[in-house]
């Protein structure tokens, strides 16, 4: 049996798959697939809720890790104001905050 879901993290969809492989020691194991996250790895199915509870910490540290470069931008002290509660609005970080809707298509 296989399940198919998604889950949001910055207004964009991820996909990941679940596939039921066997029982071992009167447990479900199962195979969790989920390409943002670099998974393709066995779990006991009961870890499975923590393991998607945390995808958007997992999505952050590879975002993270992709960033290698910075730009510096000046700014007023109404627009930093702005910038500062939308993105506390939005519940992320500012530099995300506005990666987001300068990237949004």
């Known amino acids: ?3 198919h879901n998604t889950i949001q993290h910055n207004w964009k969809d991820y996909k990941y798959t679940i596939k039921y492989l066997r029982e071992e020691d009167e447990q479900r194991v199962v195979q969790f697939i989920c390409k ?9 199915e009961e870890d499975i809720p923590g393991l998607i509870k945390d995808l958007p910490n997992i999505f952050d540290t ?3 890790s992709n960033k290698q470069y910075f730009i510096k931008v000046r700014v007023t002290q ?3 104001v ?6 506390k609005k939005n519940k992320m ?3 995300s905050y506005i990666r987001y809707k300068c990237l949004e298509v």
């Open 78 to 80: 109404t627009e930093k």
């Open 36 to 44: 943002k996250a670099k998974m393709n790895e066995e779990f006991l």
């Open 62 to 64: 590879i975002d993270e």
């Open 82 to 87: 702005k910038f500062e509660q939308e993105a």
């Open 93 to 95: 970080p500012v530099s």
């Open 1 to 3: 049996m296989e399940t």
